[in-house]
């Protein structure tokens, strides 16, 4: 685990870092570290899409996936009622910069794969490197949204701590290549959804697919049986 503690730790020196810059940030400046994210996690996502989508071996499964999860999240609602908590404790935009650190954070080959390799191998190659980008990352967002966003740490640990503990006492070879792959590309989606909403391009409630994520899984679940 001690990849996955050294990462969420990462997390919240960079975040409150990020948030005593903040406070001497002009608004204007502001405005262009909200744009400079934007287009990074719209970046980041199409590119998470197009350098894992040549190793998908069902090319229907993430519309499937987006589909479906679109269909669970609107139905409960869960944009709707994230954005309605986090507002009770803050009058920014923390709902959308928490909503687009946590995908961030954890979704991508380092974050589910990096606790496999330390679980299965007692590797944490993988688990501080993504530590040491997610140290910038934290930064820029904090600097952006707040001290909120330190909340996405433990939201980080508690997912990079259930692979750890599924590879190390359950399946070893349950996060298989194939489904790293599809949880990625869906997952690029949602990366680059939440940029096009913080761009002001088009609200697309990104928590509300959240529930895509589960689909890849449950579909490799189901195919082992």
């Not at 685990?1 to 730790?9: E, Q």
């Not at 406070?23 to 502001?30: D, F, G, L, M």
């Not at 803050?90 to 589910?112: A, D, H, P, R, V």
Request: charged share 10%; with cysteine; aromatic share 10%.
């Amino acid at each position: 685990m001690l990849g996955t503690i050294v990462n969420t730790g990462t997390i919240l020196a960079g975040s409150l870092i990020g948030s005593l810059l903040r406070k001497s940030i002009k608004e204007k400046y502001q405005n262009a570290l909200y744009t400079a994210m934007g287009l990074a996690a719209t970046g980041l996502g199409i590119n998470a899409v197009v350098s894992h989508m040549p190793d998908s071996k069902y090319p229907v499964l993430f519309i499937v996936s987006l589909a479906l999860g679109s269909l669970v999240g609107t139905m409960l609602n869960i944009d709707g009622r994230f954005q309605s908590l986090v507002g009770k404790f803050s009058k920014s935009n923390l709902g959308q910069g928490l909503s687009t650190g946590i995908l961030l954070y954890c979704i991508g080959t380092l974050s589910i794969l990096g606790p496999v390799m330390s679980a299965v191998y007692g590797d944490n190659t993988y688990l501080f490197t993504n530590a040491t980008l997610d140290l910038v990352t934290s930064m820029v967002l904090a600097s952006t949204y707040g001290i909120g966003m330190t909340l996405a740490a433990p939201v980080l640990f508690c997912w990079q701590g259930a692979i750890y503990l599924i590879a190390r006492y359950g399946a070893g070879g349950f996060f298989t290549e194939d489904m790293v792959a599809e949880l990625c590309i869906v997952g690029g989606f949602l990366i680059a959804a939440s940029g096009l909403g913080i761009l002001k391009i088009k609200d697309l409630k990104t928590l509300n697919l959240l529930p895509a994520l589960a689909v890849p899984i449950l579909f490799f679940v189901i195919r082992e049986f």
